[in-house]
């Protein structure tokens, strides 16, 4: 539009030309398309550098967002817009110098443009500095912030006002150039949810100009808004007010979300809670639950007992029926553990088939103990099948004195240890015998695994002589504890090596060092044999045939030269795999003792169906043996029945010549005890041969039992 504007030529122009006030026209968009030498001089710059250049080089920078405003303020023929107003201007040097402006709308037949005069107002007594440093930070504010702004001067003019807040309301401008507050006030309050709230807030802040207010209003679109109203001072005078309004929809939403999130983790905390404290399967308490509640009683002086019970063979219910069958089993011991126990008790399960009730306050404890055994044996029926469920039950009690629930569970669990080892089905009280005979035990097992890895476990040999050839045919390998120096007897050892598992090292260092330490001898006669104890425990192994072959292998001594001595329990429970082991290292030559025969209850009978070759029978029969003259038919009835089967028989135990010419006389193979050798390390082994040898030519000159 700016090359329409035909300025006129004559006396007008002359003198809008040099009149003392600097003049400019501004086109409709902001450029420059006049001025005069007045602004020429003021400003600094030869005119042709401002013609056609926007106005804005002429102003501070903080002073750049008015034009529009004044612009629109105009075309309004508002009288307030002619006021000559302030303004900080800038020289071509860059000092900016105070000006005092007053505009006028310019109307041309190519439409319309802003005549501008400028006067320099630097001379003036600045009372009003404030005022104008108040509206130059004002701008700098409405400008930067992200907040929607409008400030109305308390004359009702718009003094100020940003494109965040036409943004916010979808406000057109010419609605703002309207000048009236009142048009704004009702076009917010059409989106608002509650329009009548904010109109009543407005005529509230208007009718007292020092009100500060805090409002949060809604949007119909569900939009939150925030609105901050203060006056606007300068020094102590109220000049207007400033409305402030701050889009917290999103803030409110994340709060929102972040309230509906933490009610939903109080609410899944509470469930977790109870599951926490739940076992899920039965419904009955668990372990974190009886602890508590352990814990809790304890702190009373009353009398608490607790009540350790494990299921007897309940793997075996899973095994065979399933695990079905198995969670049925736990849910019906539960609900009869629950009607057992009275209102003083807590039933709780512990995992897997382990059960415990805490006792708060009962004076006899051995009755619901006594319940607790027989309602439990009772036969129950899972899946079709009628299963009497086998207990153990341990009793532990604090009447008095201080305890942790962690002891008293503790001692629970060693009094239902004892409580299996006294034959099940019953109920043991916690003796402090109990806890001494653990730690012995725990101690014990510390220090042979020690033994294991110092290599402190040694072997002795004792000989056995063939009847037949009156020679040591054989060594039996029989572990021994170098402790030291001193020697630890296997009775002092192997059942704890046994529970412990390390019976497996120990027995395979046995067979090795043997193997090793007989080869030559063995090598010597194929006759000669090496007998090694084996227990139930190293049977239970799924590789223990293979190792025993492997280590004859590597030692080479052949499998036909080794006897493995194995007690009837081994047999007892014997599954299908203890056996396999057994037949397959016979298949490999390998022969098979039955030990301390005749102490077992069905030996006699099932001899014939066990895998073994030989029979030892105990010296506790041998030792019934003393002048040689007794009537013993068990004892002989044994030596018929093992030889009619085919086996060989050898007995043990023997310290008597006469015991000896006895059981030579009644078909025993091999003879083996103190008589001939004790059992002596390997460098003593040519002097056993040679005591053995002794004892059998001594033998001669016994009479034979009549
Ligand atoms: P066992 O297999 O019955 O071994 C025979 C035990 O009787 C040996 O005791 C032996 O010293 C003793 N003995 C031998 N002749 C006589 C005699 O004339 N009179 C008397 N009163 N006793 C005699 P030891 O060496 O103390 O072994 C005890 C038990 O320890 C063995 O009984 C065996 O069951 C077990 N054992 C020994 N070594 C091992 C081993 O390496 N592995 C396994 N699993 N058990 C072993
Ligand atoms: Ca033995
Ligand atoms: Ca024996």
């Excluded at 030869?46 to 967002?65: C, F, K, M």
């Excluded at 089993?329 to 415990?356: K, N, W, Y």
């Excluded at 006669?525 to 223990?544: I, K, M, P, T, Y």
């Excluded at 506790?620 to 085919?646: C, D, N, Q, W, Y």
Aim: aromatic share 6%; glycine share 8%.
């Amino acid at each position: 539009m700016g090359a329409g504007i035909a300025v006129g030529t004559g006396f007008e122009e002359t003198l809008l030309e040099q009149g003392p006030d600097a003049f400019l026209l501004l086109t409709a968009d902001g450029t420059i398309a006049y001025v005069n030498a007045a602004a020429e001089a003021l400003f600094g710059y030869p005119r042709e550098q401002l013609l056609g250049v926007q106005h804005t080089i002429l102003l501070s920078e903080d002073e750049r967002g008015g034009f529009l405003r004044i612009f629109g303020r105009l075309g309004r023929g508002g009288q307030a817009a002619k006021r000559p107003f302030r303004a900080a201007g800038r020289r071509r040097d860059g000092i900016e110098i105070a000006l005092e402006i007053t505009c006028s709308l310019v109307t041309f037949n190519a439409g319309a443009a802003m005549a501008v005069a400028v006067r320099d107002a630097d001379h003036r007594n600045d009372a009003d500095s404030g005022r104008r440093l108040a509206v130059s930070l004002l701008d700098a504010t409405l400008e930067t912030t992200a907040d929607g702004i409008v400030v109305v001067s308390c004359e009702g003019q718009i003094t100020g006002i940003n494109d965040q807040y036409l943004k916010m309301w979808g406000m057109p401008a010419e609605l703002v150039a309207a000048e009236d507050p009142m048009v704004l006030i009702r076009f917010i309050a059409g989106q608002l949810a509650h329009p009548e709230y904010f109109l009543d807030k407005v005529s509230t802040l208007y009718a007292d100009r020092s009100l500060q207010s805090h409002d949060v209003l809604e949007f119909k679109d569900g939009r939150t808004v925030e609105l901050y109203s203060r006056p606007q001072k300068v020094a102590d005078t109220i000049i207007g007010r400033i409305w402030n309004f701050r889009d917290i929809t999103s803030r409110q939403r994340a709060q929102d979300q972040a309230r509906h999130a933490m009610e939903e983790l109080a609410e899944q905390a509470d469930k977790l809670k109870e599951l926490a404290f739940q076992d899920p399967l039965t419904g009955l308490a668990n372990r974190m639950l009886f602890n508590e509640r352990a814990a809790a009683a304890l702190l009373t002086p009353e009398p608490v007992h607790v009540l350790l019970l494990d299921l007897d063979d309940f793997k075996e219910i899973n095994d065979v029926l399933g695990h079905h069958a198995g969670d049925e089993m736990l849910v019906e011991i539960a609900r009869r553990l629950q009607s057992c126990v009275g209102p003083h008790g807590t039933v709780a399960r512990l995992g897997g088939d382990e059960f415990v009730v805490l006792l708060v306050g009962c004076r006899d404890s051995d009755a619901v103990a006594q319940r607790v055994v027989s309602a439990l044996n009772a036969p129950v029926s899972i899946e079709g099948t009628l299963i009497r469920p086998g207990l153990s039950l341990g009793v532990a009690s604090r009447n008095d004195g201080s305890m942790s629930s962690s002891e008293l569970l503790r001692q629970a669990d060693l009094a239902m240890y004892a409580a299996k080892e006294a034959g099940k089905n019953c109920y043991v009280h916690f003796q402090p015998a109990m806890l001494a005979a653990l730690l012995e035990r725990t101690q014990l097992t510390a220090g042979l695994r020690r033994a294991v890895e110092l290599g402190q476990i040694t072997v002795h040999y004792q000989p056995v002589i063939s009847a037949e050839r009156l020679d040591v045919v054989q060594f039996e390998a029989l572990a021994r504890w170098d402790w030291g120096g001193q020697l630890m007897s296997p009775d002092d050892f192997i059942q704890t090596a046994e529970r412990s598992g390390l019976i497996r090292d120990i027995g395979a260092e046995v067979l090795r060092r043997a193997c090793s330490e007989l080869q030559p001898w063995l090598a010597a006669d194929s006759f000669r044999s090496l007998a090694v104890n084996v227990s139930g425990v190293q049977l239970q192994h799924r590789d223990f045939a293979e190792r025993v072959l492997d280590i004859a292998a590597w030692s080479r001594v052949d499998p036909h030269q080794l006897v493995l001595e194995v007690t009837e329990s081994v047999f007892f429970d014997a599954d299908t795999h203890v056996i396999s082991q057994l037949s397959s290292l016979r298949a490999a030559g390998v022969r098979v003792a039955l030990d301390d025969f005749g102490t077992g209850y069905s030996s006699l009978g099932r001899l014939q169906d066990l895998p073994v070759d030989v029979v030892k029978i105990d010296k506790s029969f041998v030792s019934m043996l003393r002048t040689g003259v007794e009537k013993l038919p068990i004892l002989t009835s044994m030596i018929h029945m093992a030889r009619s089967l085919g086996l060989k028989v050898t007995a043990e135990g023997i310290e008597t010549p006469a015991q000896a010419r006895y059981l030579m006389e009644h078909g025993c193979d091999a003879l083996q005890g103190y008589l001939f050798s004790r059992p002596v390390p390997a460098s003593e082994r040519q002097n056993a041969v040679r005591k053995s040898a002794a004892a059998i030519a001594a033998m001669d000159g016994i009479p034979l039992p009549g």
